[in-house]
């Protein structure tokens, strides 16, 4: 797996920045490739045997597996698709690679597309699913500096 495609790399990010509020939350699909195929029941132990292997357990929350994408794709996902924009118009060759129809331009194109969402719900970002987690790392924490700068004090001199 090429760099932001390595799940020790989204462990590390999740315990880096898990004291800012930050989470990773992993959602299963196999709608890319089938690389996916298993029972809900065996996720953990393919993670952990089978892809990546080599003994990784996530660090962070692992959600039953379902539809990114297509007639019967998560509720969540349409949500975090439509509110922003996609991270290319093009699916490259899906034959035998995509399994859902009708392919939307918006659609996740692949395993570790990524989400930031602000703790107010909002997506902030979307990153392309090879965009490394060093660079995901950054603009989380241009985010956080972003939000520090904006948020008002919880007193005033007035409560003295």
């Not at 930050?22 to 393919?46: I, R, Y």
């Not at 991270?87 to 918006?106: A, I, Q």
Request: with cysteine.
């Amino acid at each position: 797996m090429s760099g932001s495609r390595k799940p020790a790399d989204l462990n590390a990010l999740h315990n880096d920045l898990k004291d800012y509020g930050f989470t990773v939350l992993g959602f299963p699909c196999n709608q890319f490739g089938k690389q996916e195929p298993g029972d809900n029941s065996e996720l953990l132990a393919t993670l952990k045997y089978v892809r990546p292997g080599n003994g990784f357990v996530p660090d962070f929350e692992i959600f039953q597996k379902g539809d990114v994408n297509g007639q019967k794709e998560q509720s969540v996902f349409t949500f975090l698709k439509n509110a922003c924009p996609p991270v290319g118009d093009s699916f490259g060759n899906p034959t035998n690679r995509l399994f859902w129809e009708p392919l939307k331009v918006n659609d996740i194109k692949w395993n570790f597309e990524k989400f930031l969402v602000g703790p107010n719900g909002r997506v902030v970002k979307r990153w392309y699913p090879r965009v490394s987690v060093t660079v995901v790392r950054k603009d989380v924490m241009d985010y956080f500096r972003a939000q520090r700068k904006t948020q008002k004090p919880s007193w005033t001199w007035s409560d003295y």
